[in-house]
C-alpha cells in the first residue's frame, strides 16, 4: 500500500497542468509546512530564525518544467535576487538550483548562460551555488556542466550525487578530480531498475558507501538526509577516521525532523537546512509526500481546516 502511495506520489510531481494551476492557488494542502513563504522576503525571514537557533540554510526558489526561455531567463533572475537578499540581509545561506529551471529543456546553451550571470554573481558575493540533481534523464547533463562550470567557477559550484543510481560510486571516482563540493542523497524520483536500486535496503549500503568513499578522497561531503542511522554511522566513521568537522555537514529539509536539526548543531556540527521559497510548490510538495505518505494524514487535515 505504501508503496503503492508512493508511486502515486511521484507519478502525481510530473503532472504539468496540476503544476500549472498549483501557482495560481498559493500555498495549500499545508504545502506551507515543508515550503519557507512565497516571497524572498518569507524566505529572508525563515532563514534569519534558523541562523539564530545556529542553523544556516541553503535557498532555493522552487521551479519546475520551465518550457520557454523568458520563464528560464525569470527564474535566473530570481536566483540572482535571492544572491543578493542574502548578502543585503547579511544572513548565513547559499543556493541551491536545478537546471531544469534555468532553460535545460530548451537547450543546454540557455542553462549555461543562466548558470553563468548566477555564478557570476555568487563569485562576486563570495557565495555558493549548489545544482541540484534531478530525474535520471537529465542525470549526465548535469554533470557534464557540472564538470565545465567547475573548471571556470571552481569552488562556487558544487553538485548533488544520488545514492540509488547504480553508476553514482563510479561518478564519484571521476568527479574527484575536481575535488568537489557535493552533496550526497539517497535520491527523490522514480527510476527504472535498469539504472537504479529498487530496494530500499540496497539503496542505504550504497548511501553509506559513498558517503564513506568521498569523506576519504579527502572532499567536502553535505550529507543530506533524516535518517537516524546514517546520521550515526557518520559522526562514529568521522571520529575514527580523524575527519574534522570543517570536512562535512548534515542537511536536512526545511519543516522534517526539526527537533533533530536542532540537537545535531547544538553537538557542534554544521546544520544547514534547505528553505524552498516561490509559487512553483507542487512538484516538490508531491516528493515530499511519496517520501512519507504517512504526511499525507495532516494534509488531509489541512484542507478541512480553514
Ligand atoms: P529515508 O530513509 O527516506 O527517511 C529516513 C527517515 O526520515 C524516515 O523514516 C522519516 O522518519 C524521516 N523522513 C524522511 N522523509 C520525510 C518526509 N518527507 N517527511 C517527514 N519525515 C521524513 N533528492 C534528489 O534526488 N536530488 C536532490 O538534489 C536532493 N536534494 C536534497 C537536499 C536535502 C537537503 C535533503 C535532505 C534531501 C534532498 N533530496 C534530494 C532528497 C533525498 O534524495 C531523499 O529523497 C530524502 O532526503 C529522503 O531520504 P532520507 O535520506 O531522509 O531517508
Redesign the pocket.
Known amino acids: 500500500m505504501e508503496q503503492l502511495m508512493r508511486d502515486m506520489f511521484l507519478f502525481l510531481s510530473k503532472n504539468k497542468v496540476a503544476n500549472k494551476a498549483a501557482k495560481k492557488w498559493g500555498l495549500r494542502f499545508g504545502a506551507n509546512r515543508?515550503v519557507a513563504g512565497e516571497t524572498i522576503k518569507a524566505a529572508i525571514s525563515t532563514v534569519k530564525e534558523l541562523n539564530e537557533k545556529g542553523i544556516v540554510a541553503?535557498l532555493d526558489h522552487l521551479g519546475e518544467f520551465v518550457f520557454s526561455e523568458e520563464e528560464a531567463i525569470e527564474s535566473a533572475d530570481y536566483c540572482i535576487r535571492t544572491l543578493e537578499a542574502i548578502a543585503e540581509a547579511g544572513v548565513k545561506s547559499n543556493l541551491?538550483l536545478?537546471m531544469t529551471q534555468l532553460g535545460l529543456d530548451i537547450s543546454k546553451e540557455l542553462c549555461m548562460k543562466n548558470m553563468r550571470r548566477i555564478l557570476d554573481c555568487a563569485k562576486r558575493l563570495n557565495n555558493f551555488v549548489?545544482?541540484?540533481?534531478?530525474?535520471y534523464e537529465h542525470n549526465q547533463i548535469t554533470m557534464d556542466i557540472f564538470s565545465e562550470l567547475r573548471e571556470e567557477y571552481g569552488e562556487t559550484v558544487g553538485l548533488?550525487v544520488?545514492?540509488?543510481l547504480y553508476k553514482v560510486e563510479q561518478d564519484i571516482d571521476e568527479l574527484n578530480k575536481f575535488k568537489p563540493n557535493l552533496?550526497l542523497?539517497?535520491?527523490?524520483?522514480k527510476e527504472s531498475p535498469e539504472v537504479a536500486f529498487p530496494a530500499?535496503e540496497d539503496?542505504?549500503r550504497n548511501?553509506i558507501k559513498i558517503i564513506e568513499k568521498h569523506l576519504l578522497y579527502g572532499n567536502y561531503a553535505?550529507i543530506?538526509?533524516?535518517?537516524?542511522n546514517?546520521i550515526e554511522h557518520v559522526k562514529k566513521f568521522v571520529k575514527e577516521h580523524n575527519i574534522p568537522f570543517s570536512q562535512f555537514e548534515f542537511?536536512?529539509?526545511y519543516?522534517?525532523?526539526v527537533q533533530r536539526q536542532l540537537e545535531l548543531a547544538k553537538e557542534g556540527y554544521t546544520m544547514?537546512?534547505?528553505v524552498p521559497y516561490g509559487n512553483d510548490w507542487y512538484g516538490y510538495f508531491m516528493?515530499?509526500?511519496?517520501?512519507?505518505p504517512?504526511?499525507v494524514a495532516f494534509v488531509l487535515k489541512s484542507m478541512f481546516k480553514k
Request: proline share 0%.
Open positions: 515543508f541553503t541551491s536545478k549548489r545544482i541540484d540533481m534531478e530525474d548533488v544520488q545514492a540509488y552533496r542523497v539517497k535520491g527523490a524520483y530500499k539503496v542505504d548511501f553535505a543530506a538526509t533524516h535518517d537516524d546514517v542537511q536536512m529539509l519543516g522534517i525532523r544547514r537546512v534547505y516528493r515530499r509526500l511519496a517520501e512519507r504517512a504526511n
